[in-house]
């Protein structure tokens, strides 16, 4: 146990009986990267997993204030070239009303400390390309993202059908992912976009949709949250429509959103150079503002926008897709 810095911060190992509050530090993770659905993490899990007789990962506990407020859960991982064990950092995570303190920096020195007492080569983790805020903190300590390399992934029933030589029929891409999610596609593919978002009432329940169109290959998505604003869902829409691009494009974006046409062609160079900032106001919806400056970087758009409401068949769709949602959350589904 030792005291890192900050004061009343201590940063100590996980034990047998953490296993309840490391569970519900991995719930608040999974929901902070919006994928709360996919944790199946158990207090009972954690047990079997860091402290049962042939532990998988270790962790490390922040204490503030009489409470646990983050967590560092690593593993060991091995290099080949350089022919020494090192560290894998799966998660580093802080409560929200505690970031900003120097926690995950602590956090993060303690892995380190590991990995020199241990001889380790390597010291690696991951992040979500959207954590603008997470890569700044990563670059300041000295870390380099890995260009050229990507993270794949096989799990459930694709490693089973692996291990037993099945071989996998995975259906071809639908509709638009021939363009969308082929690697080897053209570079210039043209996709045009149309987007919408919407609250009731607003703030309020909100829903967001986004129709790609390729050629004659076409994408509907949507979703939404129950509690949130017309311009956030907005902006949300666009961004998950970006995102969904698996390699960079001609993209003709249209949009019935000024908020969403005139801050990004307008107001978004004023707010970088500004500290993300609006005049001597903080920036509203700026983590967003962020996900979606970043999202942008591969492809060429061109930001249109179309008059709602006006008869446009495509606008119309993602009107009709984003009430669907809204309708939807409402009714308790």
């Known amino acids: 146990m030792a005291n890192d810095g900050e004061t009343g911060l201590t940063i100590r190992e996980a034990v047998p009986g953490d296993e309840e509050v490391v569970a519900r530090l991995i719930a608040l993770l999974a929901e902070y990267e919006r994928a709360p659905e996919k944790c199946v993490a158990t207090a009972e899990k954690v047990a079997e997993q860091l402290f049962g007789p042939r532990p998988a990962a270790h962790a490390f506990l922040a204490e503030m204030d009489g409470q646990v407020v983050g967590f560092a859960l690593y593993f060991h991982s091995f290099s080949t070239w350089l022919c020494r064990p090192g560290i894998f950092l799966e998660d580093l995570f802080v409560v929200p009303e505690y970031r900003c303190r120097g926690i995950g920096g602590a956090l993060l020195r ?10 380790c ?8 390309e959207w954590n603008e805020l997470a890569k700044s903190q990563y670059r300041k300590i000295g870390a380099e993202p890995m260009e050229g390399w990507r993270t794949w992934r096989m799990e459930g029933q694709t490693i089973e059908d692996l291990a037993a030589g099945r071989k996998v029929a995975k259906e071809g891409p ?3 992912e021939a363009v969308l999610a082929k690697p080897a596609a053209a570079p210039d593919a043209r996709v045009a976009i149309y987007t919408d978002g919407g ?10 949709a986004a129709v790609l169109i390729s ?18 869902m907005e902006l949300t829409a666009a961004i998950m429509a970006l995102e969904h691009l698996r390699k960079a494009c001609m993209v003709d974006l249209h949009t019935d959103s000024e908020y969403l046409k005139r801050g990004i062609t307008e107001w978004l160079p004023k707010w970088k150079r500004a500290g993300w900032r609006r005049g001597k106001s903080e920036l509203k919806n700026v983590e967003l503002w962020k996900r979606l400056d970043d999202a942008t970087r591969r492809h060429k758009i061109n930001w249109r926008w179309l008059r709602g409401h006006a008869g446009h ?3 119309e769709r ?3 897709l984003c009430r669907q949602q809204i309708d939807k959350l409402r009714k308790g589904h």
């Open 174 to 176: 639908g509709a638009v």
């Open 215 to 232: 050629g004659d290959r076409r994408k509907e998505i949507a979703g939404g949250e129950k509690k949130t604003t017309n311009n956030r």
């Open 318 to 320: 993602a009107d009709e």
């Open 199 to 208: 609250c009731v009432p607003n703030p309020g329940t909100g829903g967001w």
């Open 121 to 128: 080569g390597r010291l690696e983790w991951t992040c979500l």
């Open 110 to 119: 303690r892995v380190a400390r590991v990995c020199v007492e241990e001889g």
């Open 313 to 315: 068949k495509e606008n």
